[in-house]
């Protein structure tokens, strides 16, 4: 500063027209969690080791069947062929030693090529019906006994799942097969359909969900058969 100047500070002060001071009422700010952020929030309350996720982060899946979303999800592993799963395991063991559950409740054991088995065929079980898939990997008292690998539960949609009056979702999809055989490059279209509405004002009780998919797809495959004829030996004399 040179000599002769000095610094001057003016306080200035915003007021109303009418000399006072406006305050707002106060408010709240809420927010409801939905798909993954409510799964992560499941997961973190869980009292064992589990693994949340919602259906919908995973966006179209093959065929829209539980075994193709399963194959994503870490500590599982599936068993299949043709790109599809069949059977899953948990952390490492075979699928005999595991339990697939809906809401809890045991799923019936429907075994590939009618032969019998403990595991579960998880292709058949339609993706479009849950909204949350939960692997717990260190099971609890309250399940089963058998599940010694561990359990995987499928949590079905619940209409009141968001208190949004309704909501709905719709996605469409089209596969061809480029191997050259059966269908050769013949669109095959697939859709999966999501509806949900409350019935009623704030404190309804009552409403409905709605949930369709369609799916097909062609692969076309190269199958060997090996036939063995008997010869007949002083060892084996028996008569065809």
């Known amino acids: 500063m040179r000599p002769g100047e000095r610094t001057t500070v003016a306080d200035i002060g915003l007021k109303s027209a009418t000399e006072t001071i406006i305050k707002l009422d106060d408010f709240v700010v809420q927010g409801e969690r939905e798909g993954q952020a409510k799964a992560i929030v499941m997961e973190r309350d869980a009292p064992n080791v589990v693994t949340i ?10 065929s829209n069947s539980v075994g193709n979303l399963l194959q994503y999800l870490p500590g599982l592993t599936t ?37 019998l088995s403990r595991s579960t065929f998880v292709l058949d079980i339609g993706l479009v019906n849950f909204s949350e898939i939960e692997v717990i990997k260190a099971p609890t008292p309250d399940k089963a006994a058998d599940s010694t690998g561990g359990v995987v539960n499928l949590r079905t949609r619940s209409v009141f799942a968001s208190k949004a009056p309704r909501s709905g979702r719709l996605s ?16 095959h279209p697939s859709f999966t359909l999501n509806y ?23 692969i076309p495959r190269d199958q060997t058969n090996v036939d063995y004829e008997e010869t007949f030996t002083t060892l084996n004399p028996r008569t065809p």
């Open 196 to 218: 949900r509405q409350i019935l009623g004002g704030n404190d309804a009780k009552f409403g409905f969900t709605f949930n369709a998919s369609s799916t097909a797809r062609y």
């Open 79 to 115: 068993e299949g062929f043709d790109g599809e799963a069949f059977d899953v395991s948990v952390r490492g063991m075979s699928p005999e030693y595991g339990s697939v559950t809906t809401d809890g409740a045991r799923l019936a054991s429907s075994a590939a090529g009618g032969g």
């Open 53 to 62: 996720v919602a259906t919908d982060a995973y966006g179209n899946v093959g």
């Open 172 to 187: 469409v999809g089209l596969a061809t097969t480029l191997k050259e055989g059966m269908r050769f490059k013949q669109p």
